[in-house]
């Protein structure tokens, strides 16, 4: 596997000239000027990517990176740690909502423990989890730096790893994130907070569902790590290292991995969208490669779009987490290349353009 500067340094933006043919061939389809929209801006990116006229995106997965968090000690979550293992047993048993929604839409789902609190030993048996664990959940940000800046490139390539595993084993040729985790939602704005400079108050919402009382708590947790540890928002190591999570480690690594192979890759709600400002931060290159799946009700989500200029495709009321909006992206991302792929041409049509 290559050194993780390697990957950063040759992610190369979409060739512009595979933009501008795509978009002339867009044009010449029997469609009234670009009247599909969105789908057709799909259409035109996942084109660039593929550099063919004929992009496909039969093959999916989703990739889940589970963790735990040392900061859920601080009260910031309704739910104990034990629901971390909890819910892999779920996933393990294929009765979770991603199961259920990756399966519609003809799906992979890897399961890969980057930062479980516990061994895995029985699912990872069962093939069910992919046993890469940086560490046993990350340490107490509000104590301390939450991980040390090797584990934090560690779990970077983690991620890229579970690329080329997607790749190797499942011909994936589009990838959606997902992310697995009692607490995630405390580092993820706490990077969210330090990586655009908005206050942790209007970024910070209830997560699993906490009443006012645990999230005034929450928020001074996160204004104490952030005091604390000083990540620099220019180092998008240095951030994830002292106030972030393996999981969101291991997406930001999967987003990488992505733009690095040239894969389209859609991000997923919060969590996800964290590791996307990190995979930013490190190459703005990566953003050539993301898709925006969805609007998450965590009032930090929609900052984050913003802050990466991206739009997402569907805003259902999800902040579930594990991949769920962005499966569900996966139908408007094939509708993209069916168009693409099958629109008859004006004048194979024998429509006349303007019509």
Request: a negative charge; one cysteine or more; proline letters at 4%.
């Amino acid at each position: 596997m290559n050194s993780l500067l390697s990957y950063v340094t040759d992610i190369e933006p979409l060739d512009v000239a595979w933009k501008e043919r795509a978009h002339e061939y867009l044009e010449t389809l029997a469609i009234p000027h670009w009247s599909l929209g969105v789908v057709m801006d799909i259409a035109k990116q996942l084109a660039a990517i593929q550099k063919t006229l004929k992009p496909t995106v039969e093959n999916k997965c989703v990739i889940l990176m589970a963790g735990d968090h040392g900061v859920v000690e601080e009260g910031v979550s309704a739910c104990k740690k034990e629901v971390t293992i909890e819910m892999i047993d779920n996933l393990s048993h294929r009765g979770a909502s991603i199961n259920a929604l990756a399966d519609t839409v003809h799906a992979d789902v890897m399961v890969v423990d980057v930062g479980v609190a516990v061994d895995l030993d029985d699912y990872v048996k069962q093939g069910t989890v992919i046993p890469w664990k940086i560490g046993y959940g990350t340490r107490n940000m509000k104590k301390g730096p939450a991980m040390t800046r090797e584990e934090a490139e560690k779990s970077i390539l983690v991620g890229i790893k579970a690329v080329e595993k997607a790749i190797n084993e499942k011909s994936a040729q589009l990838i959606a994130t997902g992310d697995l985790g009692i607490g995630n939602t405390t580092p993820s704005s706490a990077i969210l907070s330090v990586m655009t400079g908005q206050k942790v108050a209007d970024v910070t919402g209830r997560g699993t569902g906490i009443d006012d009382k645990r999230l005034n708590n929450k928020i001074k947790v996160i204004e104490k790590a952030i005091e604390l540890n000083k990540p620099d928002p220019n180092d998008p190591i240095d951030v994830l290292s002292k106030v972030g999570g393996y999981e969101i480690g291991g997406i930001a690594g999967v987003i990488l991995g992505c733009a690095y192979y040239k894969i389209p890759v859609i991000v997923d709600g919060l969590i996800s969208t964290a590791g996307a400002l990190i995979a930013y931060g490190l190459n703005c290159n990566t953003v050539d490669y993301m898709i925006a799946g969805h609007k998450s009700q965590e009032p930090g989500h929609n900052y984050m779009w913003k802050s990466l200029n991206l739009k997402p495709l569907l805003d259902l009321g999800f902040r579930l987490g594990e991949g769920t909006g962005a499966a569900l992206a996966m139908y408007i991302v094939e509708g993209a290349a069916a168009v693409i792929n099958n629109v008859l041409s004006y004048e194979a049509a024998g429509v006349t353009p303007g019509a």
